[in-house]
């Protein structure tokens, strides 16, 4: 369903925005490395967060219309790779777009 895919694309970017914080800030906290500049990292985290958002959503439609297509696993395999893929670039090409202003 719709609520599915997009809850999961959700749970994706919470994931990815959370994990790329998370692991700058251990970097920077462990190595003492003054360079890491974390509202930098956070607006990257952020551009990784809306390109996982736009894979994680793609991810079980894409499965299921490939499945309905009576496709072997490694077609739907293959298939959903390059989807998940594709809409994962469009994402980020999408959010640097919008979110890098004028």
């Not at 959700?10 to 920077?28: E, P, Q, S, T």
């Not at 990784?48 to 077609?75: E, H, I, K, R, Y």
Request: proline letters at 2%; glycine letters at 14%.
């Amino acid at each position: 369903s719709m609520d599915f895919a997009l809850t999961t694309g959700l749970g994706d970017a919470i994931g990815v925005m959370a994990g790329h914080c998370a692991y700058f800030a251990a970097k920077k906290s462990i190595t003492g490395d003054d360079s890491i500049n974390m509202t930098r990292e956070s607006q990257t985290g952020l551009l990784l967060a809306s390109a996982a958002f736009c894979s994680g959503t793609a991810w079980q439609p894409l499965v299921d219309v490939l499945q309905g297509a009576n496709l072997s696993f490694m077609q739907v395999f293959a298939g959903t790779w390059v989807g998940c893929g594709t809409a994962f670039y469009l994402g980020l090409r999408g959010a640097r777009t919008i979110l890098s202003g004028p």
